[in-house]
C-alpha cells in the first residue's frame, strides 16, 4: 500500500544567511531588506541528506545560521504555521487556529484566509509602521492583507476565468512591474504556480526592491501527501524549489543587494508515512454517539457568513494609506491537509529579527525562542524596524 503522509513532531530546518552567503558576523551593517522564504513541507534531510538534489540549500546551511529540529505549533498544519512565523505566537493567541473553519454544524468551513482574521500584529504590519516598502507572494492568510506589492494564493483553476481571477486578487500593475506574464499554463498544478511566484518575485526584487518579501512554495507538501516523504517525486520537487532559491539569489546580486539582504528559508511542518487514518468523529455520528448542533441562522455549512466589502484597488507604486491592493476573491472550498501533530513553540520570527539586527549569536540546533505574548512595539521601535535601522 502506498503511504500517506502525516506531520512530523520535528520538522524543518531554519537557515539566516546573506543574500551573499557570507557568514554572519556582528560588526556587518543592518540589513536593509529582508526575503522570508517558506517552503511548505520542508524537512531538515532536504538539506541534511545529500540525497537530496539541493545544493543551494546546502550553501545556505553551511555559510548561515540553521537549526537541525524545530517543534512546530499545535496544529502542525500550513496556515496556523504560517501566522505564527509572522506573529511569534501561537494559534490560540493569533487567531488562525486551523487551515479550515469548523462549523457550528460541525461541518468543515472555508480556509482562513483573509488577514483581517489575525489578531496579533505580523511582520508586514510591522514593516509598514517603519514605513518600509512590502511585498508577499503565495502567503497564506494575506487576502486583503495591507502589504504593497500582493500575490494571494487561491483556487485559479486552468482556464481564462482562473487567469482573470489571479489578476483580480493581485495588486494591480504588478505582473507588470515584475516583467511576468501569467498563463493558463502557469496554473495547470503545483510545479507550475511554483515556478511563476518564484518568476514573480525574482522580478520584484529586481524592479521594486521591497524592504520585505514573503515568498511560500507549494509543490513540496503536495508531493510528500500524494507520495510519501521518501518518494522520488519529492526529490525531484525538492530540486526545483532549489533552482528556485537560486534564482532569488541571482536576482538579489543583480539588483545590487547582496551586502544589505537578509534571507531566511523555513517551513511550516514536516512529515512520518502513514498507513490508515482514523476520524473519530465520522464513527462516532455513524454509531448516533455524535450529534452536532444545528447550524446558526447567520453561518451556514461551508460559508463564511456575510460577504467582506470590496477593498480600495490600487496601483503600482501604492499609497501608504491604501487599505488594500487588490480586488475582493470568493473563498475556495479545499480538501483536508495535514494531520496535527504535539507541539510546544516557534522560535523562528523574534530570532530571525534579532539576528538580523546583529544581536543574535550561533545557536544550538533545536534551540528555542518565544517572542512575548502580550508586547506591542511602539512605531519605530519593533525589531523590523531596528533591524533595517542606518548603522
Sequence with gaps: MRPAVGSLPLL???????????????DQPPA??????????????FYLDSGYPAPILRKLAASGARAQTVEPVFPSNTNPSHATILTGLRPNRHGIIFNVRFEPDGTRGGWY??????RAASLWMWARTAGLRTASIN????????????????????NEAGLAKLTQATTTGLFSLARVTPSVAALKDDVTWDALMAATAAGLVRRAQPHLLLLHFDQTDHFQHQHGRDADEVKRAVGRVDGHLASILEAVSDAG???????VVTGDHGFSNIRQEVFPNYLLARAGLRVGPPPSSS?????????????????????????SCREPSSTPSAPWKARPSPSTRFPVTRWAMRAIAGSAGP?????????????????????LARAFAPG
Design 12 to 26: 524543518l530546518l531554519f537557515i539566516l544567511v546573506t543574500a551573499c552567503a557570507t557568514p554572519l558576523s556582528t
Design 113 to 118: 484566509e483573509d488577514a483581517s482574521e489575525l
Design 139 to 158: 502567503w497564506p492568510t494575506t487576502h486583503f492583507a495591507q502589504i504593497d506589492l500582493l500575490v494571494t494564493g487561491g483556487d485559479y483553476p486552468a
Design 363 to 383: 545557536r544550538r540546533a533545536g534551540s528555542t525562542d518565544t517572542f512575548p505574548r502580550e508586547r506591542r512595539w511602539p512605531p519605530g521601535s519593533s525589531p
Design 257 to 263: 543587494l547582496s551586502s544589505r539582504t537578509a534571507v
Design 32 to 45: 536593509r531588506h529582508v526575503i522570508l522564504i517558506s517552503i511548505d513541507g520542508l524537512r531538515p534531510e
Design 299 to 323: 453561518i451556514r455549512a461551508g460559508t463564511r457568513g456575510p460577504p467582506r466589502p470590496p477593498s480600495r484597488p490600487c496601483a503600482w507604486p501604492a499609497p501608504a494609506a491604501t487599505s
